[in-house]
């Protein structure tokens, strides 16, 4: 298996005032295509942290981390943000959907951004919205679906421009039980059909165990 990621010295500090706190202190990981890693710890070990950093939303203190072979943190702002927009999906507790639009347009949304023809971002994100069992809801706003409902569109979203990575970070985090264990089961299977990297921040262990792998993060270092 090839390797999608290669982590290597990543620090991370943050300056308040007189203060300064290192939430991550030297971190070393790698990541093959096509894998599955459940990131874990106690809240405040850095796992959001490290996820964004993954994902390209923010840069590291020190460190690297080669795409593909590439240090992606080389790249300009924005040359960073086509890269984030092509090459990563996102995932979050709280789904960011735009309220005023419909599901489908939601999930269309990164499609239209990178300047993909109108048709296919349409048919793309139809073919999405099918695949996470929401094609019967394409013209509902998001204020018009359940929790779970959104969290599905949200997920499709994110896999609007076909990324190889996948980052999600407590994406069961503000549902209930039955409806978690959904959208788990979603997440493998998506992952399995499309060949994905996927990486999930979780405090629940059922969703970490699922995962083919476990990183626990503890003070800002991999245990």
Known sequence: MSSLLEVRGLCKTY???P??????????????QGTTVALVGASGAGKSTLLHLLGALDRPTEGTILYQGENIFRKSDRELALFRNRSIGFVFQFHHLLPEFTALENVMMPALIARVAKGKARATAEELLADVGLGHRLTHRPGELSGGEQQRVAIARALA???????ADEPTGNLDMKTSEGVHALLADLQQQKGLTLVVVTHNERLAA???????LADGKLE
């Open 19 to 32: 203060s300064r706190v290192e939430v991550l202190k030297g971190i070393d990981l790698d990541l093959e």
């Open 161 to 167: 421009l076909s990324p190889e990575l996948l980052l």
């Open 210 to 216: 699922a995962m083919g792998r476990v990183v626990r």
């Open 15 to 17: 300056h308040t005032g």
